[in-house]
């Protein structure tokens, strides 16, 4: 089973920060892209940062130059660095990883954490 944890949301005035941590455990062999999504009361899921297990990155443009995505492999936990956010930011924040649960998988399977709050208002 596996299991992914997300933590450090929370309310912040704009301009502000929060660092988002999620940890994946359980029986994982290897764990390829993982990933950042949000969505806001009434909208869709959108992707906000993805990083593949190189350290390739890729951001929704809404969020480059503001928000920075990172992984320790050796924690299987991925990171986002959200800095100067916007009242648009506020949403639920969601990880995801692809992963392999044993050697013999053939592709990988998505799995998601709980979701966690981040709002941003004064």
């Known amino acids: 089973q596996v299991q992914l944890v997300e933590s450090g949301g929370g309310l912040v005035q704009p301009g502000g920060s929060l660092r988002l941590s999620c940890a994946a455990s359980?029986?994982?062999?290897?764990?390829?892209?993982m990933g950042w999504y949000r969505q806001a009361p009434g909208k869709q899921r959108d992707l906000v940062a993805a990083?593949?297990?190189?350290?390739?990155?890729n951001y929704a443009d809404s969020v480059k130059g503001r928000f920075t995505i990172s992984r320790d492999n050796a924690k299987m936990t991925v990171y986002l660095q959200m800095n100067s956010l916007k009242p648009e930011d506020t949403a639920v924040y969601y990880c995801?990883?692809?992963?392999?649960?044993?050697?013999?998988?053939?592709?990988?399977?998505?799995?998601w954490g709980q979701g966690t709050q981040v709002s941003v208002s004064s």
């Open positions: 990083i593949t297990s190189g350290g390739s990155t």
């Open positions: 359980g029986s994982i062999f290897s764990i390829d892209a």
């Open positions: 995801n990883a692809d992963i392999k649960t044993a050697l013999w998988d053939r592709a990988t399977t998505r799995y």
